[in-house]
């Protein structure tokens, strides 16, 4: 299992994932407003506005890998942002074949350590909607605080959606990293 940064040959691979897993993702997609124009963004122009965003230092798009160097889902942190604040946002999918792995609480550890450890970074959030209980797991075996509800938060499968947010500070993290809590909290379900 690891992370990889995302590249434009992954396009063939990620549209099958994609494909195959919609009806499973889809209820945890975000979505446009009706009001924003969606456009028709290409999977090329996606991977180029990460890296160029990725080159200003305000984004890390992953690809997570399991078994070979072959996607399997993505995480990409996002909203980095610098000064006092020093925090960041993460966000993630792994394919349906691949779920109850414990792929995605391992990626989501390995990017925490990669923010608080080689970044310089204080503090992530993770924003899950209450019902995802499989993202809620993730959260509970990395001990990620929970900070409170934030109504309406992010535009998901066609509406605004109430979400639970949770952080976890680099003070929390014991020598070793969340990648140290992984094998403690037992494999995914």
């Known amino acids: 299992m690891g992370l ?42 996606a991977v180029r ?33 610098w000064g006092s604040a020093r925090w960041a946002q993460i966000g993630y999918w792994v394919s349906r074949g691949h779920a109850g792995r414990g792929i995605t609480t391992t990626a989501v550890a390995m990017a925490t350590d990669h923010c608080f450890e080689v970044l310089g970074l204080h503090r ?30 992010l535009h998901i499968d066609g509406d605004w959606r109430d979400h639970l947010l949770f952080a976890v500070t680099s003070e929390q993290v ?3 990293g969340l990648i140290a809590r992984v094998g403690t909290a037992g494999a995914e379900h």
């Open 4 to 45: 990889r940064p995302i590249r434009r040959s992954d396009a063939r691979v990620w549209a099958r994932l994609r494909r195959d897993s919609a009806e499973w993702l889809g209820r945890w997609e975000a979505t446009l407003p009706s009001s924003v124009p969606s456009g028709n963004r290409s999977y090329s122009a």
């Open 49 to 81: 506005s990460l890296r160029q965003q990725a080159a200003q230092g305000r984004t890390l798009p992953f690809v997570t890998t399991y078994g070979s160097d072959e996607m399997v889902g993505q995480v990409t942190v996002s909203g980095i942002t």
């Open 124 to 153: 992530i959030e993770i924003a899950i909607r209450p019902e995802n209980t499989a993202s809620l797991r993730v959260v509970e075996k990395l001990g990620f605080d929970r900070v409170g509800l934030a109504p309406r938060y």
């Open 174 to 176: 014991v020598p070793g």
